[in-house]
């Protein structure tokens, strides 16, 4: 382990001279420990952004990076959601009112005191300058009682603010954030100032490389490690940067590649939960794909079995019509679902009257050539080979077309597209994710990536919705979110194909402990890089 040492710490070293210009700011280079330095470098997937509230991606491992530095009101640990910068709370009778009590002696990096006042100035600040990750729309009122504890008053009831919002916020420091009024383009090292269990000491954009050192005042508890470095390394080479030592942990890891560490005793492999998801968008802006029996065939054409081995290994499962995931307290076990059957897919096609008058093998619908264009991320072209096979084979003629996901995701958001799919992150946990399909009546409703243009509409899945979201009795709210899954299979606003199984891998002869959060990482990030690990778990190296 001599070598793979001797190689972090020179990785650290090459890191710490070479980002000045990625970080524009003055180092801070001292080791957090006495003796050898304990470094743990941790395999990244390219540039997130500055890691600061306005700056960073929205994506998952976006918010997981920015959560090294800022801390929430709430959190999860190994078990669930807990207290966090708060110490306690209790909630008022009519359900609208919570009440945090903070933890006493907190002090953000740069030495002053946490308190009241900078809870309500997040949130006042995040309702004039909305945050893309939590929305605060149903907060009606943040108020000060004293220095450590602070009244936060909703518009309406909002069952999931306690995970969602005030486990998922990250609290700003006012002396900090008071005067800066283009929070998007803040990126000093100011702005990385708060109150987490690490403190940013370089980034460099071009390499897609985070160092960050230990806060030796973190208040939740010592931390166990001196630095941590996020690298560039794809999850299709993780297992070899793990072998050689270039990396110690590779929270998203090929499926395959996982399996074969599991034999190595100096490997630690996990498997996590389903929470992301792949969907078929339609553009309801299409008369054949906004009608019902049109979209219902189209899904008796697709073998979603199938999907899952030869477009992704057999690392997840195939895709529930009603949306919501098999695995997760949620699910409604009796929800409609569609079979592959070519026959049925075409009597169906047949019956919303569909017709081939040409002979030419594609379908017309009223007139107009079944004829699409699929958009699709590059890296996804297995998946989008059989898309073009099994809906050709019904008379649906569809051409892929390939871009960066960053582009599908616009086009997807702006409705520019006929056919399009997608793979999303932050599917489980609280059910609110159904808002997705909501359009009326949804403030408060996570900010997730959604479908533009023309859409599926329906007043009764507002209303239900709506109601679900406010509803206390969590049997009654169960019936509600079964009733929504049911009109998602029956309607089919989008096609769900694929829930992707979450694998990791780490070197537990370095660092152990590691773990995946129940229900995911605030809003159902399914990571095993919880930042309570960096304090809970064991150094080796």
């Known amino acids: 382990m001599k070598g793979r040492r001797l190689l972090a710490l020179l990785l650290a070293l090459v890191l710490t001279l070479g980002m000045f210009a990625g970080c524009g700011q003055e180092q801070d280079n001292s080791s957090g420990s006495e003796g050898e330095e304990r470094v743990l470098t941790v395999s990244g997937n390219g540039d997130f952004g500055y890691p600061s509230v306005y700056t960073i991606s929205s994506k998952g491992q976006g918010y997981m990076t920015l959560s090294y530095i800022f801390d929430t009101l709430m959190w999860k640990d190994e078990n669930g959601l807990i207290p966090y910068l708060a110490e306690s709370y209790s909630i008022s009778e009519d359900s609208k009112t919570y009440t945090f009590n903070l933890r006493e002696g907190i ?85 990385t100032v708060s ?22 005042d973190y208040f939740y508890g010592e931390v166990q490690i001196d630095k941590l470095i996020i690298a560039n390394v794809s999850g299709s080479d993780a297992k070899e940067a793990l072998l050689s030592g270039e990396i110690d942990v ?118 107009e050539p079944m004829s699409y264009t699929l958009k699709f991320s590059e890296g996804d072209e297995a998946l989008a080979e059989l898309l073009v096979s099994y809906l050709g084979a019904v008379g649906i003629e569809v051409s892929a077309q390939a871009s960066d996901d960053a582009t599908v995701k616009s086009a997807i958001a702006d409705g520019d597209f006929e056919l399009a799919f997608n793979t999303n992150g932050s599917f489980g946990g609280d059910p609110v994710f159904l808002s997705r399909f909501a359009t009326e009546g949804v403030d408060g409703a996570p900010i997730v990536t959604g479908q533009g243009g023309v859409t599926w509409e329906s007043d009764e899945y507002n209303r239900i919705y709506n109601e679900s979201a406010s509803e206390l009795d969590e049997t009654k709210r169960h019936e509600l979110v079964d009733q929504l899954q049911e009109i998602i299979a029956e309607e089919l606003p989008c096609l769900t194909l694929y829930y992707k199984e979450s694998v990791a891998a780490y070197n537990n002869t370095v660092f152990d402990g590691f773990y995946y959060t129940p229900d995911g990482i605030s809003i159902a990030i399914p990571f095993i890089m919880n930042k309570l690990v960096f304090v809970s778990g064991q150094w080796k190296g």
């Open 195 to 216: 109150t987490g269990p690490f403190m940013l000491e370089n980034y460099d954009s071009a390499a897609g490389t985070y160092t960050f050192k230990a806060n030796p």
């Open 107 to 191: 002090k953000f990096t740069d030495g002053e005191p946490f308190t009241a006042e900078d809870v309500k100035f997040t949130f006042d600040y995040m309702k004039e300058h909305p945050y893309q990750w939590v929305s605060v729309d149903m907060v009606k009122e943040a108020r000060v009682v004293d220095d450590l504890t602070v009244e936060i008053e909703l518009n309406e009831v909002y069952v999931p603010f306690l995970s969602d919002v005030a486990g998922s916020l990250p609290i700003l420091p006012k002396h900090i954030w008071e005067n800066v009024t283009e929070p998007e383009t803040f990126n000093t090292p100011e702005a």
């Open 250 to 367: 590779a929270p998203n890891i090929n499926y395959k590649a996982a399996e074969s560490l599991k034999e190595d005793a100096n490997f630690t492999v996990l498997e996590g939960p389903g929470l992301s998801v792949t969907r078929l968008y339609l553009n309801f802006g299409d008369s054949a794909l906004a009608t019902k029996e049109v979209r219902q065939a189209m899904y008796h054409a697709i073998n979603l079995d199938e999907i899952v081995e030869k477009a992704y290994g057999g690392s997840g499962y195939p895709g529930s019509a009603g949306h919501v995931q098999p695995d997760t307290p949620w699910y409604n076990p009796d929800v409609k679902q569609y079979d592959y059957n070519v026959d049925t897919a075409k009597e169906l096609l047949a019956q919303a009257g569909a017709v081939d008058s040409n002979g030419d093998g594609v379908l017309e619908f009223q007139g």
